[in-house]
């Protein structure tokens, strides 16, 4: 899940500003430029770890009740400008109403849980037993049973409290916990950190699963969401780009950051196969740490991996999320068989324009009618760093920029339709669908067409587009997982670079 929307747009940020004082371990601020010609050679066969473990998946969140989904759907995000709870919207949809998670086992001390798989957020925390739920609107307390938590921890003695702290997050969806925080032994696919500091949310406006307890946050350890003192109201996040000076967020060492960087218990990488679970099986792909997931097993069907290095945002001087830039989208006339050979796969991308605009009916009212963004494939679009992208297991859909999703929108048969009350663009659940390739590292990566329309209602009469636009997160791009259900991502933090490989067509 998104941590905090930080608008990418806003770079007149004097550079005196960035003496921030949190910093990344010095082995994270490594230069990634020099990165992704290294990676040319990486080969993967040396890195299959047996520390994989299957991922399961939430429950259809459409399945939990009509109820649920209509609560869900007067909450939500998101505007340019919104912070924290301040982007809660009535009337705009929730974002995951559609989705489901990826959950993994993890222990807390001796007990065991579910836990969401979080490359978007990097606080690993766990539900406390003795909790109030509260409306993520009103703030009011509610029936716990309301946030759909899964079982609960319960502090025994291997929780040691760090006195006067807390922690306090709010997520994109406009999700929030505060708690206190503490160390516990936790172990993640059976690698097994002796004190990790974790939280332990005692308040929580929450829309669970009824699954899950907790989130697995994998991301670097400047997003995590720690503060001194006891009392939430004066925390402070250090928002990249805003008043240093004010913040007094205390970064600690993320659970994989032990792992990699401190304990040094295993090699510095992970990787993701997310399973789109056609068959509802409950089948979530697979999360290896240390290393890769057996190739074949996760259907990859060449070795050959494409990289990029992981990016800061313009603003900022530290690591926080997994943001790559991307060469560019691939969108071909829907009817169009997705190529299979990979060099034409890069004839396609080179061919974008014509395939484009042969197709695309754009009209005076497109937001930025006279753009250039699709004169070639790797060209900046006309807004600042359009082409980064955060990977976020925790975002059910994907995120492009608005120019781009009008465009894609109109090449569907019938085309999609943007609504204004929810911010989604709506389509024909039967309707055909124009293949969507995403170029990275000179490689096309393509979505199978029933991750592009997902069901919207429950009766599944309605659907909306697996791609949105990012307008409505504040200009923040996002790969969710309509994008990661079709590729093995490898997470190199020791290299500082993330590599792709195409998976088989699956289904379960
Ligand atoms: C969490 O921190 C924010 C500031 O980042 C603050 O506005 C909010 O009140 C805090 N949450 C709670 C529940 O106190
Ligand atoms: C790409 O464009 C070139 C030049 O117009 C053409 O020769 C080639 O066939 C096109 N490739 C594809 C895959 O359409
Ligand atoms: C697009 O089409 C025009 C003419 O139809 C051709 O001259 C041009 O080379 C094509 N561009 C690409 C990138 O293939
Ligand atoms: C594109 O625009 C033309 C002219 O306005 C119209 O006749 C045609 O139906 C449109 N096609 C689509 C797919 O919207
Ligand atoms: C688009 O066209 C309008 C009107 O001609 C012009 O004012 C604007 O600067 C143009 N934008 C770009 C990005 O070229
Ligand atoms: C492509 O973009 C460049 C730079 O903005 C511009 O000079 C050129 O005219 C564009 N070409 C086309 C075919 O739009």
Known sequence: MLVEIIPLLILSFAAAVLSNPIKSSPRQLRDTVAHSRQAQAWN????????????????????????????????????????????LQAGSTFLRATGASFLAEISFGSQTFLSVVDTGSSDTWIVHNDFTCVDIITNQAIPRDRCYFGPQYQPGDEFRQIPDANFNITYGDGEYLTGPVGTLPVTLADIRVSSQQVSLPNLAAWQGDGVTSGIIGLAYPALTAAYPGTNPHLDRYCRPGGQLQNCNQIVYSSLINTMFFEQKLTAPIFALALSRDESNSGNGGYLSIGGIPDLNTVGVKSPEFASTPIRILPQDDQFRYYLINIDGLVMLPAGTPIPEDSRWQAQYAENLTNMTTAEGNITSSTPAANDTSFNSTSRAFPTSEPTSYILDSGTTLSFLPSNLIYRYANMFRPPARFDPSTGFYFVDCQAQVPPLGVKIGGKVFWHKSMDLIKQYDYAGTTCILGVQDSGRLGGVNILGDTFLGNVLAVFDLGEGVVRFAGRREYSS
């Open 44 to 87: 993967p066969y040396g890195y299959t770890t047996s520390r994989t473990i299957s991922l399961r998946r939430s429950p259809h969140d459409l399945q939990h009740s009509s109820r649920a989904l209509r609560k869900r759907a007067t909450h939500l995000t998101a505007s340019s400008d919104v912070e924290g709870p301040g982007l």
